[in-house]
C-alpha cells in the first residue's frame, strides 16, 4: 500500500486543478515527452500504442466504406494555397513557412501543410476526366502543422497526427450523403471503441471550416464540463473545384465540377480519452485501444509453481488478447499502482490459494471491483469483464454529460449558469453571429457547439436578442 500511495500522490487530484492532473497523467503514465521545439511532443511508445490502435480500427472502417488511403506531399506552394481564397484567410494565422532550401532563398516560399485540400485537388484535377473515374474515396494519415500560440500535449501542439479524408464525388447528394456517412462512422467509433457519447450535429456559419459549405461535428464533453471538437466532416461543394478547373465529362457528355468532401480526426482523441475517463489514479483505457488489456501478476512468486502457473496462463490469454505477464520482482502492490497508472482495464491475480483452488482474481480497472473466476473459463470471463469494462465507462461518461447539461431560456440564466455550472447549455437562437459573438464575449468564451440533427423547441425566442428563434443549439466552453 505504501508503494501505491506514494504513486497517487504524484497525480494531482482531478478535481483540485484539472489541468495539473491531465498534465501529471501524461506524463506520469509515459504517453509523451517534452521535445525541444516549443509546442512539439515526443510520442513515446505507450502513447503512440494507443495510436496504433486508434488507427487500426478507423482504417478498418474507412475501408469498409470504399475508401484508399494515399499520401501527399508535405509541402504546399503558396500559389497553390492561394487559389482557394476563403480556404488560405482561414489557417493564415496558423501556417509555418519554409522560405530558405540548403542554403538558397526560394523562388516561391512552401506551407507545411496545415491541411491538404488544396494539394489533393492538384491531384484530382489530373486523374479525374469523365464521371466513370467517380467517385474518388481518398484517405491519408499522416502530421500537419499548425503554429499554435498555447500548446498542452495531445490537444493543441504545433505538429500532430491525424487522417484526412477527401473524396469527389458526381453530384451534390451523394458528396452530402458522403458527409454524414463520415461523420455516422465517428460517431460510432467514439462509442464503440473509446466508450465515448457525444453530441453531433451542424457547426454554425460562424464556426463552420474555412472554405465549407456545411461542417459537421462530434462534440465529447469532458469530466470537468468543457467541450473537445473530437472530429468534423466538411462538404465543400464544387466550390474547390472550380477553383482548380476539376472537371469531369458527365453521362450526358457535357463538363461538369465534381463535389467534394473532407472529413478527419487527430491524436486529440487520446487527450479526449484521458480527460473523459481518467481518475485520480491515473488512465483509465476503453480496452479496445488499450495497449495492453490484460496485465497477469503471480503473487507469492517464491512459492512453487505460481510463476509456471502464470506462464501458462499468459499463453492461453495472448492469442485473444493483448497480455503483459509481469513476473518482475517488483512488489505486487507497486504492480497494481503501476498498471492502474497506465489504465490497464484488466488485471488478474493468481496466488498459491488461488491455484490450489484452480481460481484467479479478475479486477476492473474502472469499478476495481474484484471477481473470482474458475480458470477452465478464464478466457470466457476475461472476455466478459473487458465488456462490462468498456460498458461501464461509457455509461459513467453519459450520465456525466447529461448530469453537466442545462436549459437556459433567458440571457440572465444563459449567463449565470455559464459562470456558475461548467458544462453543455442547450438554448435557443436566432441564427444572427452578432449573437454568437456577444455571448462569447460576455461569457469569457462560450460558443456555440452545434446544431443537433433532432432540435428540442426551448422556447420561441433567442436566448440572447429575445428575437424569433431558428434553431436549438447546444453551447459550451471548449479545448
Not at 456558475?420 to 462560450?446: L, N, Q, R, Y
Request: hydrophobic letters at 35%.
Amino acid at each position: 500500500m505504501a508503494d501505491k500511495k506514494k504513486m497517487v500522490e504524484a497525480i494531482t487530484s482531478r478535481d483540485t486543478d484539472f489541468a495539473k492532473w491531465y498534465t501529471d497523467i501524461v506524463k506520469k503514465a509515459e504517453l509523451v515527452d517534452y521535445s525541444g521545439v516549443k509546442g512539439c511532443m515526443v510520442i513515446r511508445p505507450y502513447g503512440y500504442a494507443i495510436w496504433e490502435n486508434i488507427q487500426a480500427d478507423l482504417d478498418r472502417r474507412f475501408k469498409e466504406k470504399g475508401h484508399e488511403n494515399v499520401y501527399m506531399p508535405m509541402f504546399i506552394p503558396e500559389s497553390l494555397l492561394q487559389k482557394e481564397k476563403d480556404h488560405v484567410e482561414g489557417f493564415a494565422p496558423e501556417c509555418a513557412w519554409v522560405t530558405i532550401g540548403g542554403s538558397e532563398k526560394l523562388n516561391e516560399k512552401l506551407c507545411v501543410r496545415p491541411t491538404s485540400e488544396t494539394l489533393f485537388c492538384e491531384h484530382y484535377a489530373k486523374v479525374i476526366n469523365t464521371y466513370r473515374d467517380l467517385p474518388k474515396l481518398y484517405n491519408q494519415w499522416c502530421s500537419v502543422v499548425r503554429w499554435e500560440k498555447t500548446t498542452r500535449p495531445f490537444l493543441r501542439t504545433s505538429e500532430f497526427l491525424w487522417q484526412e479524408g477527401h473524396t469527389m464525388h458526381e453530384t451534390a447528394q451523394e458528396a452530402q450523403e458522403e458527409t454524414l456517412t463520415m461523420l455516422k462512422v465517428y460517431e460510432d467509433f467514439y462509442r464503440e471503441t473509446l466508450a465515448i457519447p457525444a453530441v453531433v450535429g451542424k457547426k454554425t456559419e460562424k464556426e463552420k471550416f474555412a472554405g465549407a459549405l456545411a461542417t459537421y461535428t462530434i462534440e465529447p464533453m469532458m469530466h470537468n464540463g468543457v467541450a473537445l471538437q473530437g472530429g468534423t466532416s466538411h462538404y465543400f461543394g464544387d466550390g474547390f473545384a472550380k477553383s482548380f478547373d476539376i472537371k469531369y465529362q458527365g453521362r450526358d457528355n457535357q463538363l461538369h465540377y465534381p463535389h467534394q468532401t473532407s472529413w478527419g480526426v487527430s491524436t486529440r482523441m487520446i487527450g479526449a480519452i484521458i480527460m473523459v475517463h481518467g481518475d485520480d489514479d491515473g488512465l483509465v483505457l476503453p480496452p479496445k485501444v488499450s495497449p495492453i488489456q490484460v496485465a497477469i501478476i503471480p503473487i507469492a512468486t517464491h512459492k512453487e509453481g505460481v510463476l509456471e502457473k502464470g506462464k501458462e496462463l499468459y499463453d492461453r490469454l495472448k492469442s485473444q488478447f493483448r497480455v503483459k505477464y509481469d513476473d518482475s520482482d517488483q512488489s505486487p502492490g507497486w504492480k497494481f499502482s503501476q498498471y492502474e497508472m497506465k489504465g490497464v482495464p484488466v488485471r488478474v491475480e493468481l496466488g498459491p490459494k488461488d491455484i490450489e483452488k484452480n481460481q484467479c482474481v479478475i479486477v476492473r480497472r474502472d469499478t476495481r471491483e474484484k471477481i473470482f473466476v474458475s480458470l477452465d473459463n478464464l478466457e470466457a470471463e476475461v472476455e466478459k469483464a473487458l465488456q462490462a469494462v468498456h460498458d461501464g465507462m461509457y455509461q459513467r461518461a453519459l450520465d456525466n454529460m447529461n448530469e453537466k447539461t442545462f436549459v437556459a431560456t433567458d440571457f440572465e440564466q444563459f449567463v449565470k449558469i455559464a459562470e456558475e455550472t461548467p458544462g453543455f447549455i442547450k438554448a435557443m437562437w436566432c441564427g444572427d453571429k452578432e449573437c454568437e459573438e456577444k455571448i462569447k464575449d460576455v461569457t469569457g468564451g462560450v460558443k456555440s457547439r452545434c446544431i443537433p440533427f433532432e432540435e428540442e423547441h426551448l422556447s420561441d425566442k433567442c436566448v440572447c436578442c429575445s428575437k424569433q428563434a431558428k434553431h436549438m443549439v447546444y453551447w459550451g466552453k471548449q479545448y
